[in-house]
């Protein structure tokens, strides 16, 4: 079966995978090549997700599945951001 494979890090990679059925999200991320293509991803720390609803590991995937790792967003306020102003 055919599933996709997102991940927007330090470079953004979009995939399509052909897996066998009873695949574990986690042995498409594997199988996928994207953990050599992008050495940041640290499967103990990246979440991961099928159509932004978070999911573990050894969730079996579905036919037409988009799998997304998810890397940590951090927000950097400007000089003159301010968080309790409402103008």
Not at 39 to 58: C, E
Not at 64 to 73: A, L, S
């Amino acid at each position: 079966m055919r599933v996709g494979l997102i991940y927007a890090g330090e470079t953004q990679v979009m995939l399509q995978c052909q897996v066998d059925d009873n695949t574990t999200v986690g042995d498409a991320i594997e199988s996928s090549g994207i953990l050599r293509m992008c050495q940041d991803i640290d499967l103990k720390r990246h979440k991961v997700g099928i159509y932004g609803r978070f999911v573990k590991l050894n969730n079996v995937l579905k036919e037409g599945d988009r799998i997304e790792i998810y890397r940590k967003i951090t927000r950097v306020l400007d000089d003159d951001d301010d968080e309790d102003d409402d103008d």
